[in-house]
């Protein structure tokens, strides 16, 4: 029989732990600060090289001036509002089929016997590939955009969840089943919880599949967003503007993917975050 820790030292444990996940957030934040002053560093030294071109490799000032113009005229707020709608939109549609299709692809043998030629002949083909098809199917409109969106998360995250869903031990599944539970309720009561590490995930690939697919997505006539600001500053030679669209879709995609390592966090605590140690 184990002893029980009396409350002193029991106290005093917590102390230790919560330390040390504070000092390993301290290093994460350090590490992590440090990296991007590197990579700044690194670029700005790259625009002060002799024969560096401003028009091509702007300097920092000139990318702040018009990170501050587009913001004062309203423009770099409406584009990320624009294109963080449809992300949004397209990242929920196709994580949420992900997620149902993941589960029962990989916890129903049938299913996934069913299953298993479509998805794996669908993931090879790029999502953008799917752009002339949308727009003969379904114009070229808001619709459009979501759609390929929604393409590029659901292959995204379907396969960490079918993986997730086969990766359940099996002494979690036979002590349900040795206490009546109905293969129904495994499903429901110790696959899906216990797959929840995998479905983050997904959705975290996800982000970077739909963010990444953004920007094609909205050359399909946008008139807004994020995309279409990237491309207007290409063919006026605005080479600021098209770093200021960048920056933001990386710093909104970091958002999105920092909300749901939080959420992890709290969902799953008995699974780490990070791979690191």
């Known amino acids: 029989m184990v002893p029980k820790l009396a409350d002193s030292e029991e106290i005093a444990v917590r102390a230790a732990i919560h330390g040390r996940r504070r000092r390993r957030r301290l290093v994460q934040w350090s590490l992590g600060i440090a990296s991007v002053i590197f990579v700044v560093g690194v ?33 770099l707020p409406s584009a990320a509002a624009a294109s963080l709608e449809t992300v949004a939109m397209g990242y929920a549609i196709g994580c949420s089929l992900g997620i149902l299709i993941g589960s029962l692809r990989g916890w129903f043998r049938i299913m996934g016997y069913l299953l298993d030629p479509i998805i794996d002949s669908l993931r090879p083909v790029p999502a953008l590939a799917y752009i002339p098809l949308v727009i003969l199917w379904v114009g070229i409109g808001e619709d459009a955009r979501v759609l ?58 996800a982000v970077g599949a739909a963010w990444g697919t953004l920007v094609a997505a909205e050359l399909i006539a946008a008139q807004n967003g994020l995309g279409f600001l990237l491309e207007a500053g290409q063919q006026f030679l605005e080479t600021s503007q098209v770093m200021t669209s960048l920056v933001t879709i990386g710093v909104l995609g970091f958002l999105m993917d920092a909300i749901l390592r939080v959420l992890q966090g709290r969902v799953a605590r008995w699974a780490p975050v990070d791979s690191g140690t």
Not at 45 to 61: D, M, R
Not at 168 to 196: H, L
């Open 43 to 75: 670029y700005d030294a790259i625009t002060h090289l002799p024969g560096s071109n401003p028009a091509i490799v702007p300097p920092l000032h000139d990318i702040a001036g018009s990170a501050g113009s587009l913001i004062a005229a309203g423009t």
């Open 148 to 205: 390929v969106i929604s393409v590029a998360a659901f292959l995204s995250c379907v396969v960490s969840v079918s993986a997730g869903m086969r990766e359940v031990p099996v002494v979690y599944v036979e002590a349900a089943r040795t206490m009546g539970a109905s293969r129904a309720r495994v499903f429901w009561t110790v696959a899906i919880p216990a797959s929840v590490p995998y479905i983050f995930t997904g959705l975290r690939v």
